[in-house]
């Protein structure tokens, strides 16, 4: 068994910040990338931000220089720092992570957070 438990949303100004923390528990050997999608009603799902193991990140366009994503792997949580939110980032944020199960055979499994609700208005 491995899940995600993500917290963290909520409703802001623009302007305003959150941090989205999202921790991954179960039958975990290793955990390789991870990262944060977001989903809008009516919009393509977007990759938001992606990590790797090692601490390389990579991020998508709208969000550079606003939001930070970062990790602590002894905790097997990755978190989603985001500043100076806009309106445009409203949609539920889902974290996700490529997960190395403990066993033989070292299979691979890619669980996702239940997703939480970033509402960005005045």
């Known amino acids: 068994q491995v899940q995600l438990v993500e917290s963290g949303g909520g409703l802001v100004q623009p302007g305003g910040s959150l941090r989205l923390s999202c921790a991954a528990s179960?039958?975990?050997?290793?955990?390789?990338?991870m990262g944060w999608y977001r989903q809008a009603p009516g919009k393509q799902r977007e990759l938001v931000a992606s990590?790797?193991?090692?601490?390389?990140?990579k991020y998508t366009d709208s969000v550079k220089g606003r939001f930070t994503i970062s990790r602590e792997n002894a905790k097997k949580t990755v978190y989603l720092q985001m500043s100076n939110l806009k309106p445009e980032d409203t949609a539920v944020y889902y974290c996700?992570?490529?997960?190395?199960?403990?066993?033989?055979?070292?299979?691979?499994?890619?669980?996702w957070g239940q997703g939480t609700q970033v509402s960005v208005s005045s």
């Open positions: 179960g039958s975990i050997f290793s955990i390789n990338d």
């Open positions: 996700y992570a490529d997960v190395v199960l403990l066993g033989a055979g070292g299979r691979s499994y890619t669980p």
């Open positions: 990590i790797t193991s090692l601490g390389s990140t």
